[in-house]
């Protein structure tokens, strides 16, 4: 069976309402908290859509404010919401957390930010393959899944399986890894590389290999993946390195002011995805990943606007010289923009 493309991406996966501090400070001694949205997949789906393509995100949220909240926002960055369904008995997930860095192991978790997750039962914890049709699922060129979805619950793992397996007929399947220690108590990580294999795109971080499965680089990664066609292995500030094809491909991070690292992961994986739905070569396809994860770094949020794609473009066609150079800071998404409007005029 095969579907026809009616949008560019699909993505599956929870989001929830998410509550970031008022100011810096333990949960416990922040007073106050502004509503917001969190989730891997949907932050991609809405990245796309702002940056020009057709995104729908699959899901499942509660019969509740908070549900209405995240329906709304999603729908609100251009995202194809009709196939979010709407649980009257479970609620909606949500979190909060203080504003450092997530940890990507559970020893580091000390030294960085708080997480609090209140998601056990949720709505989109019964995500089965009974309740996803194929139609939905496979409606896009690209089907773009997390790590994070298996972790959830067993029908959420067997959905996965499912999704990942390889059949005549499926979209090009990207799955970022999002290793989240916290999910993982007496569970064994390495069904994170197990559903990798069954991908065509694979983001993974080499922090985040190295603490779920103990590898400690870029080439013992792609080891231990060979059946994907694409594995792209991120190094955090030093850039990220792309397997397609027998090539190898690095290209170093542009240096960034960083004001919050939370959502620059799935930004990254947008910005990949965009330039390889353009056919665009593996290098300006890892330049325009870091550009949109620059855009992710200078806000405190998950969600950030990217950049205008002609300003993303001028950038990653930058030689090597130039691109070395490049220093990225709160406003660098603005002027692309200010000057596309200039030209409306």
């Known amino acids: 069976m095969s579907v026809t493309p009616s949008v560019d991406v699909v993505c599956l996966g929870e989001s929830m309402v998410t509550f970031v501090p008022s100011r810096a400070g333990r949960l416990a001694d922040v007073p106050a908290f502004r509503r917001t949205i969190g989730g891997a997949e949907s932050n991609v789906a809405c990245t796309l859509a702002r940056t020009g393509h057709t995104a729908r995100w699959v899901s499942r949220v509660g019969s509740d404010g908070f549900g209405d909240h995240l329906v709304d926002t999603i729908a609100g960055a251009g995202v194809d919401v009709g196939a979010v369904q709407r649980d009257p008995h479970r609620p909606t997930g949500v979190y909060f957390r203080t504003a450092?860095?997530?940890?990507?192991?559970?020893?580091?978790?000390?030294?960085?930010?708080?997480?609090?997750?209140?998601?056990?039962?949720?709505?989109?914890?019964?995500?089965?393959?009974a309740l996803v049709r194929r139609a939905d699922v496979w409606a896009g060129r690209v089907l773009h899944l997390t790590g994070i979805t298996c972790a959830l619950s067993a029908t959420c793992k067997a959905l996965m399986r499912r999704l990942t397996h390889r059949e005549p007929g499926r979209p090009l399947v990207s799955f970022d890894v999002n290793h989240r220690p916290a999910l993982w108590?007496?569970?064994?990580?390495?069904?994170?590389?197990?559903?990798?294999?069954?991908?065509?795109?694979?983001?993974?971080?080499?922090?985040?290999?190295?603490?779920?499965?103990?590898?400690?680089?870029?080439?013992?990664?792609r080891a231990a993946l060979p059946e994907p066609a694409t594995v792209v292995v991120k190094q955090g500030a030093a850039g990220a390195t792309v397997f397609?094809?027998?090539?190898?491909?690095?290209?170093?991070?542009?240096?960034?002011?960083?004001?919050?690292?939370?959502?620059?992961?799935?930004?990254?994986?947008?910005?990949?995805?965009?330039?390889?739905?353009?056919?665009?070569?593996?290098?300006?396809?890892?330049?325009?990943?870091h550009l949109l994860a620059a855009a992710a770094l200078i806000v405190p949020g998950d969600l950030a606007p990217p950049p205008a794609r002609?300003?993303?473009?001028?950038?990653?066609?930058?030689?090597?010289?130039?691109?070395?150079?490049?220093?990225?800071?709160?406003?660098?998404?603005?002027?692309?923009?200010?000057?596309?409007?200039?030209?409306?005029?």
């Open 310 to 345: 002609a300003h993303a473009d001028a950038l990653a066609a930058l030689d090597d010289t130039a691109w070395g150079r490049l220093r990225l800071g709160p406003g660098w998404t603005d002027q692309g923009r200010d000057r596309e409007q200039e030209a409306e005029r």
């Open 244 to 289: 397609s094809g027998g090539e190898r491909v690095r290209v170093p991070a542009p240096a960034v002011d960083v004001v919050a690292h939370v959502g620059a992961g799935d930004a990254f994986a947008a910005g990949f995805l965009s330039a390889t739905l353009r056919g665009l070569p593996l290098r300006d396809r890892l330049r325009h990943g």
């Open 100 to 129: 450092g860095e997530r940890a990507t192991t559970l020893d580091a978790a000390q030294d960085r930010a708080e997480v609090v997750y209140y998601r056990k039962g949720s709505a989109a914890s019964a995500l089965s393959p």
């Open 185 to 221: 108590h007496g569970a064994d990580p390495w069904l994170l590389a197990e559903l990798a294999r069954g991908c065509d795109l694979v983001f993974v971080g080499e922090d985040e290999a190295q603490a779920a499965w103990g590898l400690a680089d870029a080439d013992a990664i």
